[in-house]
Nanobody, 115 residues
């Protein structure tokens, strides 16, 4: 079955950086749009950033200029570089792979921004 495995989360001080990774298996990775979502306690899951099969990217307004998404099709991996982290970025971050009706999720990785 399809697997998306996130890594790279943790505790970081405000202003710090983290890089999340999501390794995919058992899908034709290169054709999928890859997304990062996050969900904070008591809030709805929201789209953080996405990257299409062609490499086009989009980002949520709250992270523009601070977060960057990228992909390495040779490694079946998508990344989320997060800079200038703020306490409000604290959430569980989920990797998502989407291709038409095919939609898969990772198990999530916790990011906590706190001094």
């Amino acid at each position: 079955q399809v697997q998306l495995v996130e890594s790279g989360g943790g505790l970081v001080q405000p202003g710090g950086s983290l890089r999340l990774s999501c390794a995919a298996s058992r899908i034709i990775f290169s054709i999928y749009t890859m997304n990062w979502y996050r969900q904070a306690p008591g809030k709805q899951r929201e789209l953080v950033a996405g990257i299409s099969s062609g490499g086009g990217t989009k980002a949520g307004d709250s992270v523009k200029g601070r977060f960057a998404i990228s992909r390495d099709n040779a490694k079946n991996t998508v990344y989320l570089q997060m800079n200038n982290l703020k306490p409000e970025d604290t959430a569980v971050y989920y990797c998502n792979a989407n291709y038409f009706d095919n939609n898969f999720w990772g198990q999530g990785t916790q990011v906590t921004v706190s001094s």
